[in-house]
């Protein structure tokens, strides 16, 4: 098995190259460590090896690994989030990517001490398997959060099928983009919406070409 460190060096490569490529600086993205499959301790080796950003996408293991790592940590909560569970984790994430529907605006304005930054998620494939609004929806969804002073919409984030076809990769990467301008042109000061999370493990290089900010990489990077 191959050692976090190196994992990381493979990937920071990857990311510069793909930067190169698109014209860009390895600066604009951010890798989050995505641990929801591996232990404390790993989560704890992929800290010491300078990453900053850690995502989880269970409240009970997010909750466990925050009890047991007291290293300075950006949280991100990245999966799907119940209502119910809203009050469980709300105070100690720092982003959340899956924000999808009213219910759950509602229930973090409710419950969240202070202002969080959310990312709305988009099906931009249309895949029936997939938690998100289609794009159309996800602009209309934006324009109705004005009162809710606890949610600040960062940006987008959605997850591309899991096909070998690139093209069809990259025209989700490239759809959510287009969604993220649109928003942007809006001006809405509760919806800066200039990140885009997207790319994971076997994509995140096209996803970066597309114009990803945030790349969530679990496989890659921690392991199985």
């Known amino acids: 098995m191959t050692t976090i460190k190196q994992n990381l060096a493979t990937i920071t490569q990857q990311i510069e190259d793909a930067c190169q490529k698109a014209g860009r600086s390895a600066t604009e993205v951010t890798c989050i460590a995505v641990t929801k499959s591996v232990s404390v301790e790993r989560t704890q080796e992929a800290i010491d090896t300078g990453i900053l950003h850690v995502g989880e996408n269970r409240p009970e293991g997010l909750l466990h690994k925050q009890e047991h790592?007291?290293?300075?940590?950006?949280?991100h909560y990245i999966g799907s989030l119940q209502t119910r569970k809203v009050k469980q984790v709300i105070q100690t994430i720092d982003y959340l990517h899956s924000l999808d529907r009213m219910s759950l605006v509602e229930e973090i304005q409710k419950r969240a001490e202070k202002t969080v930054k959310c990312f709305v998620q988009v099906n931009v494939s249309g895949e029936e398997s997939k938690h998100g609004l289609t794009p159309a929806d996800a602009i209309a969804f934006v324009k109705t959060l004005a009162a809710y002073d606890r949610i600040e919409?960062?940006?987008?984030?959605?997850?591309?099928?899991?096909?070998?076809?690139?093209?069809?990769?990259?025209?989700?990467?490239?759809?959510?983009?287009?969604?993220?301008?649109?928003?942007?042109?809006?001006?809405?000061?509760?919806?800066?919406?200039?990140?885009?999370?997207?790319?994971?493990?076997?994509?995140?290089?096209i996803a970066i070409e597309e114009g990803a900010t945030f790349i969530r990489i679990g496989t890659a990077l921690v392991g199985e």
Do not use: H, N
């Open 69 to 75: 790592i007291t290293a300075p940590v950006v949280w």
């Open 153 to 205: 919409v960062v940006g987008l984030m959605t997850m591309a099928p899991d096909v070998e076809d690139e093209a069809v990769i990259r025209r989700t990467f490239s759809g959510l983009k287009e969604v993220q301008q649109q928003i942007c042109a809006l001006e809405l000061p509760y919806a800066p919406c200039r990140e885009l999370s997207m790319g994971m493990s076997g994509d995140f290089a």
